[in-house]
């Protein structure tokens, strides 16, 4: 029942011709399986499910991963099709068609598991961790699903839930040389008053318990520290100092919970269905330095509502129309070891970060935690198509509007920086910043496509595809103008009132409102025989088309963290 445990269905992508895994492509997507088609970037494929949006417009890929076949009914990827109809992104249109009742009720139920008692330990863990037993984890996926008539030939109801549960451990390890408590107490002895000493005696690797922090045995070094001179008039350079790296063991149990409710209506003319998803994540203790005690857990929670209306006027004309609603919200805060890395609700009760020389290590948050956000998004969709004679004509549009809270501001609490060791422990910072800004970010796009086309049938043997389409996203980026121009017009500017405001603010960006894109196409069927199989066993399809991609919102983080959208200052 599953494929890549649970990772959604893409890893059968990379099994169609044309589509390749993109590896470490810094232009493929970074949610999921990352592929591209036909050599565009990963980040250009459109995701759905039955054909509405399920995209993660921060990095792209998947909002929501359907990893259960059993609730499948088909698996699409579309590479290579010059319809109109596909021209919103110029990569693959990867689309998940749930599975609905039947006349028949039927269902099944299934467990997997994968232990840590069938495992051995990798070369890593024994040269480099010091392990001599496998850390404990349990792999386990098991779900239910049931489906059936509730009027027979009219009404039919299908519903499942599945699980993954992971309860298992990671040792967190740093090779980056930190004080051991042994060192520690020598260096206090040495610099009783000094700031960042005492700093790490209550926010550093040993002071936060959880996970039983050790010095890492592989690494423990004795180190001179020279040009200090201790409290009482000594030179500390006659004193070695205990340093090792850091490793710790901590609870990262994964947990997913998925739900799925579909109803179908079939008339003689009309066939309606409603389709409910949703998708729990958490994945605790899963990034940040938690070899430092500073974990980051990474919650999320995806949901659909749809409803789906085809209606059949005659046997030559149909109709389809479609209203969804989608919401996904991803965090990276908070933790299962008491919160020392704050949610993104508590952006400001953090602790600075703490950068010291090559080799070292610091103690406090990584950089850039906590942050998160929300997306929600409103579709309607109709196409109508319609056959006359060797014509199939067809038309429709697209209406999205996305609004997409962020939370999110680097440096927002400050960091200090350390040249050297001997600079460190005598509290003595090269130079001290912060960022100023506003870390709420409420994102608003409207991604509107419109396309007419005809697939015309010249031949038995030839099909041309003829299309014109139109899309419109909008400009979310002028967020930034409005948010800049209240700040630089109220009580507290960032700048210099006497500049003008034109130099003060992010540029009102103009919405492109011209991205027409023509498609052509053809299938074509020569007949040939020979090793090409006969009549009708090669096609040979070609065309053009020009697309235009939305863009995906890490381009704006990059934007909020410049300036005028900050003031950063440095003391040096």
Same mark, same amino acid.
């Given at each position: 029942?599953?494929?890549?445990?649970?990772?959604?269905?893409?890893? !059968?992508?990379?099994? !169609?011709?044309?589509?390749?895994?993109?590896?470490?492509?810094?232009?493929?997507?970074?949610?999921?399986?990352?592929?591209?088609?036909?050599?565009?970037?990963?980040?250009?494929?459109?995701?759905?499910?039955?054909?509405?949006?399920?995209?993660?417009? %921060?990095?792209?890929?998947?909002?929501?991963?359907?990893?259960?076949?059993?609730?499948?009914?088909?698996?699409?990827?579309?590479?290579?099709?010059?319809?109109?109809?596909?021209?919103?992104?110029?990569?693959?249109?990867?689309?998940?068609?749930? +599975?609905?009742?039947?006349?028949?009720?039927?269902?099944? $139920?299934?467990?997997?598991?994968?232990?840590?008692?069938?495992?051995?330990?990798?070369?890593?863990?024994?040269?480099?961790?010091?392990?001599?037993?496998?850390?404990?984890?349990?792999?386990?996926?098991?779900?239910?699903?049931?489906?059936?008539?509730?009027?027979?030939?009219?009404?039919?109801?299908?519903?499942?839930?599945?699980?993954?549960?992971?309860?298992?451990?990671?040792?967190?390890?740093?090779? @980056?040389?930190?004080?051991?408590?042994?060192?520690?107490?020598?260096?206090?002895?040495?610099?009783?008053?000094?700031?960042?000493?005492?700093?790490?005696?209550?926010?550093?690797?040993?002071?936060?318990?959880?996970?039983?922090?050790?010095?890492?045995? %592989? %690494?423990?070094?004795? +180190?001179?520290?020279?040009?200090?001179?201790? $409290?009482?008039?000594?030179?500390?350079?006659?004193?070695?100092?205990?340093?090792?790296?850091?490793?710790?063991?901590?609870?990262?149990?994964?947990?997913?919970?998925?739900?799925?409710?579909?109803?179908?209506?079939?008339?003689? +003319?009309?066939?309606?269905?409603?389709?409910?998803?949703?998708?729990?994540?958490?994945?605790?203790?899963?990034?940040?330095?938690?070899?430092?005690?500073?974990?980051?857990?990474?919650?999320?929670?995806?949901?659909?509502?749809?409803?789906?209306?085809?209606?059949?006027?005659?046997?030559?004309?149909?109709?389809?129309?479609?209203?969804?609603?989608?919401? !996904?919200?991803?965090?990276? =805060?908070?933790?299962?070891?008491?919160?020392?890395?704050?949610?993104?609700?508590?952006?400001?009760?953090?602790?600075?970060?703490?950068?010291?020389?090559?080799?070292?290590?610091?103690?406090?948050?990584?950089?850039?935690?906590?942050? =998160?956000?929300?997306?929600?998004?409103?579709?309607?969709?109709?196409?109508? @198509?319609?056959?006359?004679?060797?014509?199939?004509?067809?038309?429709?549009?697209?209406?999205?509007?996305?609004?997409?809270?962020?939370?999110?501001?680097?440096?927002?609490?400050?960091?200090?920086? &350390?040249?050297?060791? $001997?600079?460190?422990?005598?509290?003595?910072?090269?130079?001290?910043?912060?960022?100023?800004?506003?870390?709420?970010?409420? &994102?608003?796009?409207?991604?509107?496509?419109?396309?007419?086309?005809?697939?015309?049938?010249?031949?038995?043997?030839?099909?041309?595809?003829?299309?014109?389409?139109?899309?419109?996203?909008?400009?979310?980026?002028?967020?930034?103008?409005?948010?800049?121009?209240?700040?630089?017009? =109220? @009580?507290?500017?960032?700048?210099?009132?006497?500049?003008?405001?034109?130099?003060?603010? $992010?540029?009102?960006?103009?919405?492109?409102?011209?991205?027409?894109?023509?498609?052509?196409?053809?299938?074509?069927?020569?007949?040939?025989?020979?090793?090409?199989?006969?009549?009708?066993?090669?096609?040979?399809?070609?065309?053009?088309?020009?697309?235009?991609?939305?863009?995906?919102?890490?381009?704006?983080?990059?934007?909020?963290?410049?300036?005028?959208?900050?003031?950063?200052? @440095?003391?040096?």
């Amino acid at each position: 029942p599953i494929v890549g445990q649970n990772e959604g269905l893409d890893n !059968l992508a990379v099994l !169609l011709p044309g589509v390749n895994a993109s590896r470490d492509n810094n232009y493929s997507n970074s949610n999921g399986v990352g592929f591209t088609a036909n050599g565009i970037r990963g980040r250009n494929n459109d995701q759905q499910i039955d054909g509405q949006n399920n995209n993660d417009n %921060s990095v792209a890929g998947p909002g929501i991963f359907l990893g259960n076949t059993d609730w499948v009914q088909e698996y699409q990827v579309t590479t290579s099709n010059f319809g109109v109809e596909y021209s919103r992104n110029s990569g693959s249109v990867v689309n998940i068609m749930t +599975k609905s009742g039947t006349n028949a009720w039927h269902g099944d $139920a299934f467990v997997t598991e994968n232990s840590w008692k069938t495992a051995t330990l990798t070369n890593t863990q024994k040269a480099f961790e010091g392990l001599t037993q496998v850390p404990i984890y349990n792999d386990e996926f098991s779900g239910v699903s049931v489906g059936g008539p509730v009027v027979k030939n009219k009404v039919f109801v299908f519903a499942g839930f599945d699980n993954q549960i992971l309860p298992g451990t990671t040792v967190e390890t740093t090779g @980056s040389l930190e004080p051991t408590p042994n060192g520690l107490q020598t260096l206090l002895a040495c610099l009783p008053n000094s700031g960042t000493l005492q700093a790490l005696g209550t926010y550093g690797p040993y002071a936060i318990t959880a996970g039983n922090p050790q010095p890492l045995a %592989s %690494s423990l070094t004795m +180190k001179t520290i020279s040009g200090v001179t201790c $409290a009482n008039g000594s030179a500390l350079s006659l004193t070695p100092i205990e340093f090792a790296g850091v490793q710790r063991t901590l609870p990262t149990p994964i947990k997913v919970y998925d739900w799925m409710a579909r109803m179908d209506y079939q008339g003689s +003319k009309d066939r309606i269905y409603g389709r409910f998803l949703r998708q729990s994540e958490n994945y605790a203790n899963a990034d940040g330095y938690g070899w430092a005690g500073y974990p980051v857990s990474v919650p999320s929670i995806g949901l659909q509502a749809g409803v789906d209306w085809t209606r059949t006027f005659s046997s030559n004309v149909v109709n389809e129309a479609r209203i969804n609603y989608g919401r !996904l919200t991803v965090e990276f =805060g908070g933790n299962s070891i008491g919160n020392t890395v704050p949610d993104q609700n508590n952006l400001a009760s953090g602790l600075a970060v703490v950068n010291v020389p090559s080799g070292y290590a610091a103690f406090g948050p990584q950089a850039g935690f906590p942050q =998160g956000r929300i997306i929600n998004t409103y579709q309607l969709q109709d196409n109508l @198509s319609w056959i006359h004679g060797k014509h199939t004509l067809k038309a429709g549009t697209n209406l999205t509007y996305q609004r997409s809270p962020n939370v999110s501001l680097s440096n927002y609490n400050g960091s200090f920086t &350390f040249s050297t060791l $001997a600079r460190y422990i005598q509290d003595i910072p090269s130079s001290i910043s912060i960022t100023l800004g506003n870390p709420n970010l409420d &994102f608003r796009e409207h991604d509107n496509f419109f396309y007419v086309g005809d697939d015309y049938k010249v031949t038995r043997n030839l099909t041309l595809n003829m299309g014109l389409s139109y899309a419109y996203f909008g400009q979310p980026g002028n967020l930034f103008h409005r948010q800049d121009v209240a700040r630089e017009n =109220g @009580s507290a500017p960032f700048f210099d009132p006497a500049l003008p405001l034109a130099v003060r603010v $992010a540029p009102l960006l103009p919405s492109h409102k011209t991205d027409f894109g023509p498609s052509v196409g053809f299938a074509y069927s020569p007949n040939w025989g020979g090793i090409f199989g006969g009549s009708g066993k090669t096609v040979l399809r070609g065309g053009y088309r020009l697309t235009y991609d939305p863009a995906f919102y890490n381009f704006y983080l990059n934007m909020q963290s410049s300036t005028p959208q900050v003031l950063s200052q @440095s003391l040096s």
